[in-house]
């Protein structure tokens, strides 16, 4: 195993595992991005708009994928926080089987449902069969994309953060070569975009699975493992499909908000595109903290160590916090020059910096939010976790940004304020359940 979490300097090891992750995340984030970032340079705008619109339903999905695979992740790691390796063997081998049957559904949600999904995101007339082909293809390739991110999830829950790197690493170069060829080299716009996605991650995936076979696993891998384990199905369920369903209902929220910019234009459609590209860059350490704190508190929690849990937790929002600050006022006062990055026209750029100067707003919040969610995670207070994400996505988000939609004058940062709204009341919720815990704590001290 590469990371031993339950022994040793807490900050130290958190950061030591966090930044592979958060160099994955970033060339994540690059690998969309540089999607838009051609598109925009050698396409139209709605080119552009079908990009960040049919990448909207591309990242729910994939969300639902990575949500979904924490189960994984948490219990991998509480097995080998519980020094039971052959227990963490069979619940990969049942997980593999579980995500092969749910990139096979997702497959045909993307190919048979592609013209639904771009109506109700309510798509620009003009971007409307390009948003469609953009979902469609992309769609034919989702057992590729659930096989890219499941491997991550896998490694991450053995304490291993070098590999997803590695992988997204392989991803990212061969999508940015693909962009280039099918976008503006053969001109293919959205439609080139998504088949360089696809074949990116699949090459990813067949060389990731090279590496794996001469990387020394924590415990013997075998053909009997890869089966369906009702108790390990159980406990992969049981945490992951609150996780799953909050992450879902969160992104549906945001495919709500933005099918409310859609009705405002190509224009407005095109700008939030490209905000969400730069929110990509812009929220990645707290990101990073998020699902590396997942990994560090399950070990310790499965070891009995809960004290380093929450210490690992604190940590984890002293640092992001600084982050935070910093990517504020960058977003904040010089968002136009982040948008610029990605498209040449002023319309878009000003249409994105408008919305960015709300999600500027939301850095200051969410190191706190990332943090506690990955801490609750790890614990198995997913159900929690899940309550906080729906109650803020629905209660708050799309109420304010129905209702700025209508008096807000068209403005996207009136409506962008929808979601450091719905931070603020999901921190309060956490910070309230989080002195509970504290005191159960102190009281089993005593």
Known sequence: MKNNFTEGAILPKLLKFMLPVLFAMFLQAMYGAVDLLVVGQFGTDADVSAVSTGSQILQTLTNLIVSFSMGITVAVAQRIGQKRPEDAAKTIGTGLIIFALTGALFTLIGVLGCGLLAKMLQAPAEAFDL???????????????????????????????????????????????????????????????????????LISVIISFFIIKRTKLPFEFHRSDL?????????????????????????????????????????????????????????????????????????????????RAVK??????????????????????????????????????????????????????????????G????????????????????????????????????????????????TIVQITMCFIVYFGFAKSLKKEAK
Not at 264 to 293: N, Y
Not at 316 to 327: A, E, N, P, Q, W
Request: aromatic share 14%; hydrophobic share 55%; charged share 10%.
């Open 131 to 201: 948003t469609r082909n953009y979902i469609r293809i992309c769609g034919g390739g989702f057992l590729v994309i659930t096989a890219y991110n499941l491997l991550g999830s896998i490694f991450r829950g053995l304490g291993d953060s070098r590999t997803p790197l590695i992988a997204v690493g392989i991803a990212c170069a061969f999508n940015i070569a693909g962009d280039l060829l099918f976008v503006a080299g053969f001109h293919m716009g959205a439609s080139g975009a998504a088949l360089a996605t696809v074949l990116a991650q």
């Open 375 to 422: 801490f609750y995670n790890g614990i198995e207070k997913t159900k929690f976790v899940m309550f906080q994400g729906i109650f803020g996505a629905f209660i708050i988000r799309i109420p304010v940004a129905f209702l700025m939609s209508h008096i807000g004058n068209g403005s996207l940062f009136k409506i962008g304020l929808a979601t450091p709204c719905s």
């Open 227 to 307: 089966s369906l384990k009702k108790s390990c199905a159980f406990i992969i369920f049981r945490i992951g499909i609150p996780i799953a369903l909050q992450d879902f209902l969160v992104g549906v929220s945001f495919l709500v908000l933005t099918g409310i910019v859609n009705r405002l234009g190509v224009t407005a459609s095109a700008g939030v595109g490209v905000a969400q590209k730069v929110c990509a860059f812009i929220m990645l350490v707290p990101l990073a903290f998020m699902q590396s704190m997942a990994a560090f508190v399950a070990q310790n929690h499965g070891a009995g160590h809960t004290d």
């Open 312 to 373: 690992a937790l604190k940590s984890g929002i002293g640092v992001s916090t600084v982050f935070g600050v910093i990517m504020f006022f960058v977003a904040f006062f010089h968002g136009d020059l982040l948008a610029g990055i990605f498209s040449n026209k002023p319309d878009t750029i000003a249409a994105a910096w408008d919305y960015l100067k709300a999600y500027a707003i939301d850095c200051l919040f969410t190191c706190f939010l990332f943090c506690f969610i």
